[in-house]
Nanobody, 126 residues
Framework: QLQLVESGGGLVQPGGSLRLSCAASGFTLGYYAISWFRQAPGKEREGVSCITQSGGTTNYADSVKGRFTISRDNAKNTVYLQMNSLKPEDTAVYYC???????????????????WGQGTQVTVSS
């Protein structure tokens, strides 16, 4: 059974860092493009960052450029999101999503992904 499991969320002070992980089971993650999304209370789920199967191309939402870095280790079947200089507005549930047929120019659109994890909460607060 194809499964994505996020981890690494938590409570952090503004300016702090967290690293999220998205671990895949039941399939070979290397064949899938991966994206991180987030959803704050009362808001739409938005794309944060995405990465191609090989890891050669990445995209970021303007709100996180220069602060977040997506990477993948296909040997470990895991994708990461390093989040630095966190702000209170980064508070949300973060989800990873996977699909083998994502169009790179649309990789931050949630409709591009069929497989989703359950999410991990990130709270940025002093």
């Amino acid at each position: 059974q194809l499964q994505l499991v996020e981890s690494g969320g938590g409570l952090v002070q503004p300016g702090g860092s967290l690293r999220l992980s998205c671990a895949a089971s039941g399939f070979t993650l290397g064949y899938y493009a991966i994206s991180w999304f987030r959803q704050a209370p009362g808001k739409e789920r938005e794309g944060v960052s995405c990465i191609t199967q090989s890891g050669g191309t990445t995209n970021y939402a303007d709100s996180v450029k220069g602060r977040f870095t997506i990477s993948r280790d296909n040997a470990k079947n895991t994708v990461y999101l390093q989040m630095n200089s966190l702000k209170p507005e980064d508070t949300a549930v973060y989800y990873c999503a996977a699909d083998p047929y994502t169009v790179q120019t649309m990789c931050l659109m949630r409709t591009m992904y069929r497989y989703w994890g359950q999410g991990t909460q990130v709270t940025v607060s002093s």
